[in-house]
């Protein structure tokens, strides 16, 4: 039997600024800007869309092989700044998470 580093994500939309409760044993974080309103996620400003049909800007905060997230006590403020004269805050935010203490059993032949 060979243990493995399994791992899960999830995936949710936000509208609306608040405090986002990072999930236990978080490997990485995505944001993508769906919206035409800049947003910071964890002080980290993350550009709207420049026109209709568009993306917005990105960014990953990728943990290497074993790497959890422990700052901030668990949480991150998503902020939205409408003072460019956007309507539609939103953004998407990716959590990947390990699942502790998951084994593969190999499959018989």
């Given amino acids: 039997m060979a243990e493995v580093l399994a ?51 990105s960014f990953t905060t990728p943990g290497n092989f074993g790497e959890i997230f422990t700052g901030n006590n668990g949480a991150l403020l998503i902020a939205f700044d409408a003072s460019g004269g956007g309507t539609n805050p939103l953004v998407l935010i990716i959590q990947k998470y390990y699942i502790p203490k998951y084994k593969l059993v190999p499959k018989e032949l």
């Avoid at 986002?20 to 002080?43: A, H, M, P, Y």
């Fill in 7 to 57: 791992y899960n994500f999830t995936a949710q939309i936000y509208n609306t600024s608040q405090q986002l409760q990072v999930v236990e044993f978080c490997n990485s974080i995505t944001v993508k800007n769906l919206g035409d309103v800049l947003v910071r996620v964890g002080n980290v400003p993350v550009l709207p869309s420049p026109g209709a049909g568009l993306s917005g800007e």
